[in-house]
């Protein structure tokens, strides 16, 4: 009948040409315990991550976001696993696996205090300052790209780059494994940590590409219809 | 008149018994940045301190509350100045004096990171953690407490503690020279850090006394009071 018809167009690979497909992002920041009332956290609003979550699912991908801390409302049609460590962002992205595309938003910790201690740590009579050991904490975004079973077909990473931004990133892909990388400059200046825009440049095998600055919104949009694309080119091509 | 007969009594002494009294409150937890993009934090979510902020106002006192970053509203008729930093926190609370209480919720990092990165630091190709030193905060509740010519006539601490909770806040207060210390427990169990309702103990010159556990605007309220009286006897004293 006429109606179901309409109905397969438009949830098809037309109007939802990410339907049938998994994706799994991770968005925003991780918190590192140092104590039972200290943390080592990072300036990420999860706003960009979150964003590109439901772009994705509403191209029709099936999307679990994985998210540290944040204060913002899950998107619409996205199921969210909320963790605050790295250790646990990792057990949650690996048990949401497999998946077609990973998007790593997420602003992981590098390091997490080694032997966080159980009760808060005093001042000394002495007053001289605690010494804090760290320990490497996993790299997401490097597990995923070079998962031995379960790679996700496309796999992107996201820089947040001080300085060098470019160069940094592009290093950032080959090292890690992952197909894109996104970079953006989160120097002071630019107001991009926590604000509602973005600067982003596109690294792939074939180059690298600066998009216009804009919401954050619109930057996962324009993401979600390249992952599509990706994905179109591909079917074509087999 | 009479209509202005009603309004002075109840804006005077009895409904309203803190009018013409300043008082200063610290609030939330204080970041201290490591490099452009992560910082230490702390787990206070600043609400028994804009409860308090909050209570001291509705019984009349002007308050001027300096909050460190908090995803709160403002309490009604309550002055707000936003810091980040100890040392910003600090600033602000002596640019508020003279005040005739002070009430320091705020969990205030102990610590700041010495010489911020003014980049973000890097892995290094070694792998090796950061190394992260340390140089000690200004201590705002001592500075009050000991303050040569603006003391606040009635200075209160709060102390979060996991263990042994009464003994070191007890010797807290003495360390400090403030009037009151109102001790409450934040170990994992009590589920208090970032919760609605609080378990203190008020140290004082007298002693020690514990207070039902009760939510975090009741303890405020209850508090408030207590100030209200200290002062109504100190009138009456002198």
Redesign the interface.
Known sequence: DIIAAVKTHFSGPLGRPLSGLHAVVTAGPT?EP?D?????????SGKQGYAIAGALAALGARVTLVSGPT?LPTPKDVDRVDVEQAVDMLSAVEKALPADIAVCVA?V???HVAGENG??I??EAS?A??S?????NPDILATLSQHPTRRPALVVGFA????HVLD?ATRKRQRKGCDWIIAND???QTGI?GGDENLVTLISADGAEQWAKADKHAVARQLATRIADWFDHRRKDS
């Open positions: 918190h140092i039972p009332v200290r943390y080592i956290a990072n300036r990420s204060h602003a910790a590098d390091w009760q808060k005093k001042k007053g300052p605690p804090i050991r760290f320990a490497e947040a780059e001080t300085e940094h989160v120097s002071h940590m």
